[in-house]
């Protein structure tokens, strides 16, 4: 299945896509929103969803795009999760799972403008599997049985504030990380059973039409299923909580690209989830 969220910023109604792609099915007589109790009630009665056809059509021509999921009580974070990444950021690839925080009120939908921070100079995407939990996680034993917790997939763009991050941090990532709309998502959550092997999904990016990042899940450090089980023995995953992956190499911080600046347009695209397209707008 694919989810959707439509409508003006705190007004989304839930959307089902239709299988073939060939329009949207109106989610109300089920749920009144896509959020950590439907999650959960979903992940305990797949049945909860009934066939397509029995649910009213909708349109949602025109209408803004917001994120699959609405606000979760947690956005957790893996930084450094690909090799070649952690080089181009100059450090040695980690030993285990890097953890920081974003502020849930981050999240904005894939096509919301990125607000550049007043006097910031340093603002960098880093597109992203985002992983969304399903089911109420502690002390998982396995990465296979975190894989059974995971609701869905969507896309993330973890955007940075690398000076804030780096520079100004105090020793901790998420003052660089937490500005508002650092972290587009969507445009779709697709259910873990259309997602065969999350390890194996195309990467890309793109700033103003020109090639950023190209890269696979398959080069993560730590796999899904793995950090789901890491994270759990720290903390409890909640239905609705969104975990962000880690990026690939060819951002900003690597020196080979100018950093973002007003009017500037980012894209993303994972495989077999869609894209999102984002315009960089000065905070006002």
């Known amino acids: 299945m694919r989810l959707m969220r439509v409508g003006q910023a705190g007004h989304e109604r839930p959307v089902l896509v239709a299988p073939d792609g060939d329009g949207h099915y109106d989610l109300r007589p089920v749920t009144d929103d896509i959020d950590g109790t439907f999650l959960a009630a979903l992940a305990e009665n797949p049945e909860l969803l009934p066939e397509p ?3 009213p059509r909708t349109d949602i021509a025109g209408e803004r795009v917001g994120a699959p999921v609405a606000r979760p009580s947690a956005v957790l974070c893996i930084g450094q999760n690909y090799a070649a990444h952690a080089a181009e950021s100059g450090a040695e690839p980690p030993r285990q799972p890097i953890l920081f925080y974003k502020s849930p009120n981050t999240v904005v939908g894939p096509h919301d403008d990125v607000l550049i921070p007043r006097g910031a100079l340093r603002t960098d995407w880093e597109v992203e599997l985002a992983v969304v939990i399903g089911r109420r996680a502690r002390y998982l034993e396995s990465a296979e ?3 059974t917790h995971v609701a869905g997939y969507t896309i993330s763009d973890d955007v940075s504030e690398r000076a804030y991050q780096l520079e100004e941090s105090g020793g901790q990532w ?7 709309t650092f972290n587009p998502l969507g445009p779709v959550l697709v259910t873990a059973d ?17 090639p950023r990042q190209d890269s696979t899940t398959a080069d993560m450090i730590f796999s899904v299923g793995e950090l789901l089980r890491h994270l759990s023995q ?5 239905p609705g909580d969104i975990v962000n992956t880690g ?4 951002v900003a911080l690597s020196g080979r690209f100018p950093y973002l600046g007003p009017d500037d347009v980012v894209e993303l695209e994972i495989e077999g989830l869609g894209r999102q397209r984002s315009v960089c707008r000065p905070a006002p």
């Open 145 to 147: 049985e975190a894989l």
């Open 234 to 238: 720290y903390l409890v995953l909640e």
């Open 194 to 210: 259309e997602v065969a092997d999350p390890q194996r999904l195309r990467l890309r990016s793109w700033v103003n039409g020109e």
């Open 174 to 180: 998420s003052k660089g990380k937490s500005c508002e």
């Open 53 to 55: 056809s029995l649910l």
């Open 247 to 250: 990026t690939p190499e060819g």
